[in-house]
């Protein structure tokens, strides 16, 4: 069964970064035809679709544009959220979630029903 295994969380002081990773284990499994996601969730908040990337187009939401970027290394089967500048408004459990396409689901990315979701990782902006 495939599982996306995330990575990369943790606590940092307001202007920091991180670098999330989320990758797929199952053995022979590719993500080359999927869409791949972060979406994060504070405490009290709705669901918030972050970034996407596919193999036509990538997207960023509003809150995070300019701060942080998505890549995907697919021979490694993997997709990584490099963080900067992060913000205590930032703080959220941060999931990966992959779903077959070539366009991200930029109306729907928050709502939307994806094929595999990560366990999520802990982010904690604070000084």
């Known amino acids: 069964q495939v599982q996306l295994v995330e990575s990369g969380g943790g606590l940092v002081q307001p202007g920091g970064s991180l670098r999330l990773s989320c990758a797929a284990s199952?053995?022979?499994?590719?993500?080359?035809?999927?869409?791949l996601v972060w979406l994060r969730q504070a405490p009290g908040k709705e669901r918030e679709g972050v970034s996407c990337?596919?193999?036509?187009?990538?997207y960023y939401a509003d809150s995070v544009k300019g701060r942080f970027t998505i890549s995907r290394d697919n021979p490694k089967n993997t997709v990584h959220l490099q963080m900067n500048s992060l913000k205590p408004e930032d703080t959220a459990v941060y999931y990966c979630a992959a779903v077959l396409g070539s366009m991200c689901p930029r109306r729907s990315i928050s709502s939307r029903a994806y094929d595999y979701w990560g366990q999520g990782t802990q982010v904690t902006v604070s000084s």
């Open positions: 199952a053995s022979g499994f590719t993500l080359d035809y999927y869409v």
């Open positions: 990337i596919s193999s036509k187009d990538i």
